[in-house]
């Protein structure tokens, strides 16, 4: 090659070649991501336009300052089995995204072989090579390395690559999700762990002064003044007293041991200072807006990721029903004989292709692909707009009890306020013979029931709160 001819191919060929693979290298298919319209309310119950923040925005170990449901919960994000695997599959994610950055650049692939072949003597081969090397067979020993890429036209390996981030976000926000389930079943369960253990004091109370009458009932038959029907009634309203106690204790040891598992530990007791009505709801909680929670919450978030990664996968699936552009080259020592095998620069070889491949009939498996990834796409968005769906729902259903359990709350406490003076106003009237014992027993029985309710309802504003927290997105951080 002459020198001139050398500088035409310098300055013109290979830069209009430069030029070219970067042109077509940019042209990528497939729809960039664009979030989904969204039917949102403009805003949660009794939340203020200019109230954007949110409860979800406090920390964990902010928001629940008790510090046995502190431990419980942090034991919890270090040994519960279902986050633990949680945050695995996010390792292995990172594994794939680590090789998907890498996915532009070329295969490179180094080879060593060394062979050899003893055709036929009554062959043209063997009769060919005992004529020209004098020999019955034939040796052949290469050491070389191999460069292998496809330029990417149609923007098939970056969506490949988006795709896989997007599903490493899926991951990590599922992780999160499982999170904040998590941090808000514990907290479910040591709310609900405080309730038995107030209803177990009050059924304590209470069979106290069952006693209390039992034995001035019986006072009073030996002095003539009460028959046997309402020392019997006045043990059996004793016992039913009684019968709660065993019951309770066994949902106590029952909610300790699923507490403990959820903490990724072996079935115990769980030691506790606080008391259920030590924990009062705020009157008033920030849900913030709702275009805020989309953002927040994990499983929501974990949703579009997988949204993403479809739409990736559309952009995929089209390029490969485009033609690849694929550029070969290799080189190295090659030898028919091992004593002069790496010799320079004859042994010396190399080798340099390009390829450009359509597919033309693959019975249909390629258009189906695309069509697939189409649908799969469609799905997600119907996946993301429902979960969308479901956590407004959740905001505000959770909102709502927090209404009405306040409402049920004040209430409650006020009933159980008139049954308690009702008991005591029965006692004195029974001994002063003006009320019988049945208004008595009733009088208890009211109580006992209304005392439980309201522990119950104390319990259950307790849940809403925390649910409250859970559906706004909180607990991941």
């Known amino acids: 090659m002459t020198i001139q001819k050398r500088k035409y191919l310098a300055f013109h060929i290979l830069p209009f070649t430069f030029c070219l693979l970067l042109f077509i290298s940019s042209c990528k298919v497939g729809k960039e991501y664009k979030r989904p319209d969204l039917e949102l309310p403009q805003q949660f119950n009794n939340v203020s336009f200019a109230d954007t923040s949110s409860i979800a925005d406090i920390e964990w170990k902010k928001f629940f300052t008790d510090p046995d449901l502190q431990n419980l919960i942090a034991k919890g994000l270090t040994y519960n089995h279902d986050l ?105 369960g040591y709310f609900n762990l405080l309730m038995l253990d107030k209803q177990l004091e009050i059924a304590k109370s209470n069979l106290a002064l069952n006693d209390t009458f039992f034995r001035a009932t019986q006072l009073l038959r030996d002095a003539g003044l009460a028959n046997a029907l309402a020392v019997e009634r006045a043990s059996s309203q004793k016992q039913t007293t009684e019968l709660l106690i065993p019951q309770l204790e066994q949902d106590i040891a029952i909610q300790e041991n699923a507490l403990q598992v959820l903490a990724g530990q072996l079935p115990a007791s769980i030691s506790r200072s606080a008391v259920l009505q030590n924990y009062v709801v705020p009157d008033y909680l920030s849900a913030g807006l709702p275009v805020s929670m989309v953002s927040r919450r994990p499983d929501v978030r974990s949703n579009e990721m997988a949204l993403m990664a479809a739409n990736a996968q559309v952009g995929v699936a089209q390029a490969n029903m485009y033609p690849a552009l694929n550029l070969t080259a290799g080189g190295g020592f090659e030898s028919f004989k091992s004593s002069n095998w790496f010799n320079i620069p004859s042994s010396l070889f190399g080798i340099a292709a390009g390829a450009i491949a359509q597919p033309i009939f693959q019975r249909r498996r390629l258009k189906t692909d695309f069509e697939v990834a189409k649908l799969q796409r469609e799905q997600a968005v119907i996946q993301f707009r429902q979960s969308v769906l479901v956590a407004t729902e959740e905001v505000t259903n959770a909102l709502v009890q927090l209404d009405k359990l306040k409402q049920q709350r004040n209430i409650s406490v006020a009933q159980t306020d008139t049954l308690r003076l009702a008991v005591d106003n029965a006692k004195l009237l029974y001994k002063a013979d003006l009320a019988n014992y049945l208004e008595v027993i009733t009088a208890q029985t009211a109580r006992l029931q209304s005392e439980l309710y309201l522990a119950s309802v104390q319990r259950q504003e307790l849940a809403a709160m925390v649910e409250l927290y859970r559906s706004l997105g909180g607990g991941w951080k």
Do not use: C
């Open 84 to 188: 633990l695997t949680a945050i695995k599959n996010i390792e292995i994610a990172q594994q794939r995204m680590k090789q998907a950055k890498l996915i532009l650049l070329p295969d490179l692939n180094a080879q060593i072989t060394a062979q050899t072949y003893n055709p036929s003597n009554n062959s043209l081969n063997g009769l060919s090579t005992n004529s020209f090397l004098g020999k019955n067979h034939i040796e052949n020993y290469q050491a070389a390395i191999n460069l292998t890429w496809e330029v990417d036209i149609w923007g098939k390996l970056r969506n490949q690559k988006e795709a896989t981030l997007a599903q490493y976000l899926q991951t990590y926000e599922a992780s999160k999700a499982v999170q904040t389930q998590l941090v808000a079943e514990i907290a479910q």
